[in-house]
């Protein structure tokens, strides 16, 4: 199964500024997902990011808080803009490998946890 | 993809045998379901994946009965590290399309 890099692996924020956090994948994928889980609860999907196309994503979130860069097959960023104490939680990159029509299997990064203040 | 209902929380004692039941009463006939583990300050990684009946791995057992509208899994003889959040997902995961969607999750503490 692939493996990821995620980075930063946490951060403290001030309120009002962004941070970005990138996500580099040993192999190439098509599809990279990423994730907020907040404190205690369960992870929550982002956007769905292909290469060469616009992130998709889900309701809730928009590209103007949570821009997304996908600039080739192995990387990927989330951006999150214009901090406030609400988006302290852990944020996380998702890639699913495989070759052809055959699925390996979801790997995950290790996480961003993100603290604003 | 199909809703699943499992335990918020569950204790365990070193050694015993723990076993956490998922319920997916909605599950399509081109779903899997899969079992994810989730250690603090890390993101899930794949436990087992099944269809039907019974999956055995070298981490855990699944159990599924005919109608799959259920799942249980199963950990042998857990120790502390087992501790950990266990999610159960449902869903057409062989083309990859798609994201995984997360439940509540499970949250086992294993007690020396």
């Known amino acids: 199964s692939a493996v990821i890099s995620q980075k930063p692996s946490r951060d403290i924020c001030q309120r009002g500024t962004s941070l970005t956090i990138q996500c580099q994948v040993d192999?190439?994928?098509?599809?990279m997902f990423w994730y907020r889980q907040q404190p205690g609860q369960s992870l929550t999907l982002i956007a769905t990011a292909n290469q060469g196309s616009e992130a998709t994503y889900e309701s809730g979130f928009v590209i103007d808080k949570f821009p997304i860069s996908r600039p080739n097959l192995t990387f990927s960023t989330l951006t999150v803009s214009n901090m406030s104490p609400e988006d302290s939680s852990i944020y996380l990159c998702?890639?699913?490998?495989?070759?052809?029509?055959?699925?390996?299997?979801?790997?995950f990064g290790s996480g961003t946890r993100l603290t604003v203040v | 993809l199909a809703k699943t209902t499992q335990p918020i929380s569950m204790d365990s004692y070193e050694g015993q045998e723990v076993n956490i039941t998922c319920s997916h009463n909605n599950i399509a006939t081109n779903d899997y379901i899969t079992w994810y583990q989730q250690f603090p300050s890390q993101g899930p990684r794949f436990i087992i994946q099944g269809y039907k009946t019974k999956v055995t791995n070298e981490v855990a057992s699944l159990f599924i009965p005919a109608d799959r509208k259920s799942s249980t899994l199963s950990l042998p003889r857990v120790s502390l590290s087992d501790t950990a959040v266990y999610y159960c997902?449902?869903?057409?995961?062989?083309?990859?399309?798609?994201?995984?969607?997360f439940g509540s999750g499970t949250r086992l503490q294993v007690q020396p």
């Open positions: 997902l449902v869903g057409d995961m062989g083309t990859g399309r798609r994201a995984l969607t």
């Open positions: 192999s190439q994928v098509t599809m």
């Open positions: 998702s890639v699913v490998s495989g070759q052809g029509t055959k699925v390996y299997g979801y790997t």
